[in-house]
């Protein structure tokens, strides 16, 4: 990633925008797809003007010939074949990256294990995560992330290129822990805004962030992931963000179920994928396959994909058989 070598962005939703603006506002040479050619995203990110360093890409074979970085940020359920297209432009030399945070739904299968899969084991991976919100990174707000990859040169190469004075970026290895704990975040977020919005108050907001940290926890160690990820920017940083504040989409879901909406009706009014409904189906799958005891996730699959009804969903998780605290 040299100062001059372009890095390619596929994916130009809120979160894909602001990335592509922060790079260009740190001097990199970036190039985005797809986008209007007005330069400003006026659907997701209103008021964000592009800089000159950002160019817009209408092809995707265009921006793989260019970029030899690419960073992905899709959603979870379009990730496999954004690559499969990446794949197919046969690129001579590629470092993929992504922002995207999600299981694969039919499988289960972590967004790395997917890249494997499609780009080959050679290829250097890397996914950047944890407590951010797109407005307030294209707002230039301060802000710190977790860039975990399998080549360490990677990591710090893309560490290097989004870094600024209000943008800090730490690296890792454990690319299983912060994919778990950016995806399950999601659904807990859901349950959050269910509480918040049928007025359960203070002391049940705090209960299901520090037990659905344990599931995270939990699912995180069984599938191989270092237990003290989660207890940084992609674990707990990022879980108390999205349960804490509404401009998370998933907590807004959330309030909006508890307000008596519908999914569809909630999905509609939000207007942007909200991934913890995926991550709930996925993770339902995934933690049966692998024996792993998470109830409010349970629950909450139960709540997003059965109609249970969350006060029901409340009272299951109340009446389990009392336990040691533990995880």
């Known amino acids: 990633m040299g100062a001059r070598a372009p890095i390619g962005i596929a994916g130009a939703g809120s979160w894909g925008t602001a990335l592509a603006v922060l790079l260009a506002r740190n001097g990199r040479s970036v190039r985005l ?19 000159d ?36 432009c046969k690129p001579k030399r590629l470092r993929l990256a992504w922002a995207t945070k999600g299981f694969e739904i039919e499988s289960g299968k972590l967004l790395h294990e997917v890249a494997r899969e499609t780009l080959g084991k050679d290829t250097p991976f890397a996914v950047l995560s944890g407590p951010t919100f797109a407005k307030e990174v294209a707002r230039g707000m301060p ?5 975990a990859s399998n080549d360490a040169r990677f990591a710090a190469d893309l560490a290097q290129a989004v870094a600024s004075p209000v ?14 704990g950016g995806t399950v975040k999601n659904i807990i977020a859901i349950g959050t805004g269910i509480s918040d919005g049928l007025g359960f108050g203070a002391n049940a907001r705090a ?19 270092r237990a003290e990820t989660f ?14 504040d509404d401009q998370s989409r998933n907590r807004r879901m959330g309030l909006g179920l508890a307000s008596g909406k519908s999914r569809e009706q909630v999905q509609a009014e939000i207007g942007q994928v909200v991934e913890g409904f995926y991550a709930a189906e996925a ?12 109830p409010i996730s349970e629950q909450l699959y139960r709540i997003l994909y059965q109609g249970l009804d969350p006060r029901a969903a409340v009272e299951a998780l109340m009446g389990r058989a009392l336990k040691q605290e533990s995880l």
């Open 231 to 244: 207890q940084g920017l992609a674990g707990l940083g990022d879980l108390v963000l999205t349960c804490t």
């Open 53 to 88: 360093s950002l160019a817009i890409e209408f092809e995707l074979a265009e921006l793989v010939s260019a970029c030899d970085d690419l960073l992905v940020v899709v959603p979870s359920h379009g990730f496999r074949k954004t690559l499969e297209l990446i794949a197919a």
């Open 33 to 51: 797809d797809p986008l209007p050619v007005d330069r400003e995203n006026k659907r997701y990110l209103p008021g964000t003007l592009f800089p």
């Open 207 to 225: 209960a299901l962030i520090t037990r659905g940290l344990a599931e995270i926890t939990r699912l995180g160690l069984k599938l191989g992931a």
């Open 283 to 294: 993770v339902h799958v995934l933690a049966a396959r692998l024996k792993v005891e998470m």
């Open 167 to 180: 943008f800090r970026a730490y690296t890792s290895d454990d690319l299983t822990g912060v994919e778990v």
């Open 143 to 147: 802000t710190a992330v977790t860039i």
